[in-house]
């Protein structure tokens, strides 16, 4: 693995203008099968965005995901390019003018040649067309999504995509229960063996592995910060790794300030799932301007929804959560947090959507 | 960078603000320079006369007036990249979402302050004690409700200094008190000179949007 501040050339996108951003520049780090047009892992990812959403060249996508590609999300797993390209026109579609601003970018060469890239976008739009069920409503939409993409010589060969669904459906004036119910119904109806990846995930988390920063890397702060309180129930010794005015941005609008905060998120969370399991999947960090230190963790809890909780009553079902939480750390302490999950797929799960 | 406050504050979307810029202020919380130049637009603000100060990595502006406005923004090589706009309340209501119950405290030693000086760099010299005693009266001060709070606690969000002024945006999370102790989440500004008592502004925006929400702590 790549030393986390090699490479100090390739900056993170935060504080630059889009001009910057998309101005052409020679290549800066080695590439191996990377389009030219590309200087830097950070470019690949930025520049890509741009020309597959706002430049709607929706078929770049067959040049820069593998045919067999695997999409994580919360709701189950997409497979196959082509059905990249289909869900990336359908949201076109129904968000016309959608604007996909990279508010940064936390990557990793995890092997010679293969990438890891935490991309954090705050998209805004008008919902102008239909979306499947939902006719235009003419809202505005702003959404952040933090997608985890495996990228290999110009292809994304497997993401793990979170969105902060939630927030986007109360923007256009929907209810998430209502919506998760809705398609609950339709997860109980057809084959039940589509969901099949909901227990085997839940059962990955249940076995304890997963990815460990080495001593020395700037991740086993907040790793360990969430070790603590997940697997210990150790919330106040957990919090000492944040500062005291630490801000918080959690899904669902959560905005707050200070440990008591973030303890008030966890437990959330925490008094929801029972018997909880905490994997990490995966981590990454780059330096910030300033000396500050932007770290990107990939986790994962799985319980029994065993508490009437901020997801409604307690069901006993065994419920999957992923997330992703992009840290900036200052003189060794966290002063932010942006994590982000579905909660509609929570909610989903809540009310006996995908699978047993 | 000055200028760009004081043009944001007129009503004008300045260049030097990215794409990804923030904007908190007049009771909610606006993404993206479209969105903030549009926002910004609907309420220009009119002073004769503007405080100044500014660091490296953020600047201030403030308005003569009571109730301001100030603008204070975070910068990176001279692009402005997170704004606070404090002042007067304009109606609006920030969209739904999760409420979170807290424990601001973790202590039965409670704390009025919750500040760590190695978050601000750019607060030199005397400007972090000046900052603390400023954050005290903030704690203390009469915010209009109806009656004190029952405790209030000021996070020092950002602060810095810029010669002999010291400037910190606040964080309050106040609890009000009465039968129903609703938590109250807003922003303050204090702008301390020398040893002058400090210029305090309630973002009177923000402090109005959160007494009107209603407390949902679920989905």
Same mark, same amino acid.
């Not at chain 1, 030393?3 to 900056?11: G, K, L, R, S, T």
């Not at chain 1, 919902?127 to 985890?148: M, R, S």
């Not at chain 1, 495996?150 to 923007?171: F, G, S, Y």
């Not at chain 1, 919506?179 to 609950?184: E, G």
């Given at each position: 693995m790549t030393?986390?501040?090699?490479?100090?050339?390739?900056?993170s996108p935060y504080g630059r203008s889009v001009e910057d951003l998309l101005a052409e520049r020679p290549r800066c780090q080695p590439l191996d099968g990377f389009d030219p047009v590309y200087s830097d892992i950070v470019d690949y990812i930025v520049r890509c965005t741009h020309r597959i959403w706002e430049q709607k060249n929706i078929g770049l996508c067959r040049s820069h995901y593998a045919e067999d590609v695997v999409m994580h999300t919360l709701t189950g797993p997409a497979r196959g390019v082509e059905t990249v390209v289909q869900n990336t026109v359908a949201t076109m579609a129904a968000f016309s003018d959608r604007v996909v601003v990279a508010e940064d970018v936390i990557w990793s060469e995890d092997a010679p040649g293969l990438f890891l890239s935490s991309h954090r976008i705050t998209s805004h739009s008008t919902?102008?067309?239909?979306?499947?069920?939902?006719?235009?409503?003419?809202?505005?939409?702003?959404?952040?999504?933090?997608?985890?993409c495996?990228?290999?010589?110009?292809?994304?060969?497997?993401?793990?995509?979170?969105?902060?669904?939630?927030?986007?459906?109360?923007?256009v004036g929907?209810?998430?229960?209502?919506?998760?119910?809705?398609?609950?119904g339709v997860d109980r109806t057809g084959d039940p063996a589509r969901h099949a990846w909901r227990a085997e995930a839940i059962a990955e988390v249940r076995a304890g592995t997963g990815a460990t920063p080495p001593a020395g890397h700037p991740a086993v702060l907040p790793a360990a910060m969430l070790a603590t309180a997940f697997r210990d129930d150790l919330y106040g010794d957990a919090a000492q790794a944040l500062s005291p005015a630490v801000e918080l941005r959690w899904p669902t609008g959560r905005r707050g300030l200070g440990r008591g905060y973030w303890i008030g998120c966890l437990l959330q969370l925490r008094t929801a799932l029972h018997n909880v399991s905490f994997a990490l999947d995966h981590y990454a960090?780059?330096?910030?301007?300033?000396?500050?230190?932007a770290v990107a963790l990939r986790w994962r809890l799985a319980g029994r929804h065993g508490g009437d909780s901020v997801w409604g009553p307690a069901t006993g079902r065994d419920l999957l959560l992923m997330a992703v939480s992009h840290y900036r750390l200052r003189a060794g302490r966290i002063v932010e947090d942006i994590s982000v999950f579905d909660e509609v797929a929570m909610l989903r799960q809540a009310s006996g959507g995908l699978g047993a | 960078m000055s200028e760009d406050l004081l043009a944001l504050?007129? +009503?004008?979307?300045?260049?030097?603000?990215?794409?990804?810029?923030?904007?908190?202020?007049? +009771?909610v919380e606006t993404f993206g320079r479209e969105a903030i130049g549009a926002l910004v637009a609907r309420y220009p603000a009119a002073s004769d006369d503007w405080l100044t100060a500014r660091t490296g990595t953020a600047v201030a502006v403030g308005g003569a007036g009571a109730e301001g406005p100030v603008l204070f923004a975070d910068l990176h090589d001279g692009m402005i990249v997170r704004i606070w706009r404090l002042g007067a309340a304009v109606g609006l209501q920030p969209v739904s979402g999760v409420d979170v119950a807290a424990d601001d405290d973790l202590h039965q030693s409670r704390r009025l302050v919750l500040f760590d000086a190695p978050d601000h760099p750019a607060l030199t010299g005397g400007g972090a004690a000046?900052?603390?005693?400023?954050?005290?009266?903030?704690?203390?001060a009469d915010f209009g409700l109806a009656e004190p709070p029952l405790r209030s606690r000021v996070f020092v969000r950002r602060a810095f200094s810029d010669g002999a002024s010291h400037v910190a945006l606040f964080g309050l999370s106040v609890l009000a008190n009465g039968a129903r102790r609703q938590p109250i989440a807003f922003n303050m500004l204090a702008w301390c000179e020398g040893d002058a008592p400090p210029r305090l502004l309630v973002d009177r925006a923000g402090l109005a949007a959160a007494q009107a929400k209603a407390w949902a702590p679920h989905l």
């Open positions: 030393a986390w501040d090699a490479w100090p050339e390739v900056i919902q102008l067309g239909n979306d499947g069920v939902l006719p235009a409503t003419l809202a505005p939409v702003t959404a952040t999504t933090i997608a985890d495996l990228v290999r010589e110009n292809r994304i060969v497997e993401e793990w995509l979170v969105r902060d669904n939630a927030a986007a459906l109360i923007a929907l209810d998430p229960w209502t919506v998760a119910r809705a398609a609950a960090a780059r330096p910030l301007p300033g000396g500050d230190i | 504050a007129a +009503g004008h979307l300045p260049a030097a603000v990215v794409p990804a810029c923030r904007l908190e202020g007049f +009771g000046a900052i603390v005693a400023a954050a005290e009266r903030a704690a203390a």
